[in-house]
């Protein structure tokens, strides 16, 4: 038994391997940077990657897992179906997922969507101001009303995604886009939270307020727990019915 929320933060980890610019930012991976904030934040944190056997999404490690993260952009493809069904599966019975940024094209968030998850995009490194629009939602703890990350590529709408249940946070670009940056859903008993800061070249997963949301948004999902209700055939009625 354990007391504290289990994440497993699983990365792609291939940009941080071939790109130079990519490694000087992240040396040890984008799942280490993630793994080591949320582990001094008190959970129990372990990680994945996409070339570890199953990926590192073995059953017995996603029934041990609370939460997933997952971070995913140039190899999408590669992750095997059979582990896309696995966590899903995973997923509707409890487990939690947080897809950030550019997993709005990986195969398990456009799965748990049912829509493209398409969107607009720009790489020049313009300033992102992200505002809080659920004050009081549990991943908006702590967060300012507005924090801007200085450099960020641009998500803009009309990102094609179901109407979230929450939305938690919009963000406005320098360049005058503006982007449901924060989005909650449930799936089945999952909750589910897309987050879009995050591109490889700049350092967004060291700054303080996007580690607070993404702390909070590993309590939320954790929180939710399958409450075991039974399905199925129910042969006997509650009341008598006739004679
Ligand atoms: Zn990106």
């Known amino acids: ?18 790109d130079e610019d990519v490694r000087s930012v992240y040396p040890d991976g984008i799942h ?21 056997p199953e990926h590192g999404l073995t059953q017995e490690r996603l029934d041990q897992t609370d939460v997933l993260i997952w971070w995913g952009h140039m190899a999408h493809d590669e992750v095997d179906d059979a582990i896309v069904d696995r966590v899903q599966k995973r997923i509707l019975e409890g487990m939690g997922l947080i897809a950030l940024h550019s997993a ?10 049912g829509t493209t998850c398409n969107l607009r995009w720009r790489e020049i490194g313009e300033k992102e101001r992200v505002w809080t629009v659920a004050s009081g939602h549990p991943i908006a703890k702590g967060v300012r009303l507005h924090f801007e990350v200085p ?10 995604i179901p109407e979230p249940d929450v939305l938690v946070f919009v963000s ?14 449930q799936r089945g008993f999952g ?11 700049y350092p967004i997963y060291y700054d303080k307020n996007i580690q607070q949301v993404i702390i909070n948004a590993c ?25």
């Open 1 to 18: 038994m354990h007391n504290k929320p289990s994440v497993t933060v699983w990365n792609e980890y291939r940009h941080e391997k071939s």
């Open 32 to 52: 280490q940077a993630i793994a080591k904030f949320l582990l001094e934040a008190g959970f129990s944190t372990q990680t994945a990657t996409l070339d570890e």
């Open 104 to 113: 709005h094209f990986s195969k398990i968030f456009k799965r748990m969507m």
């Open 151 to 160: 450099q960020a590529e641009m998500y803009g709408e009309f990102f094609d």
């Open 172 to 185: 406005w670009f320098a360049g005058g886009d503006v982007f449901r940056s924060g989005c909650c859903w």
């Open 191 to 201: 909750r589910v939270f897309y987050f879009a800061p995050g591109h490889e070249t």
């Open 219 to 243: 309590q939320w999902a954790a929180d939710h727990k399958n409450p075991g209700t039974p399905f199925g055939h129910v042969p006997e009625p509650l009341e008598r019915l006739g004679n």
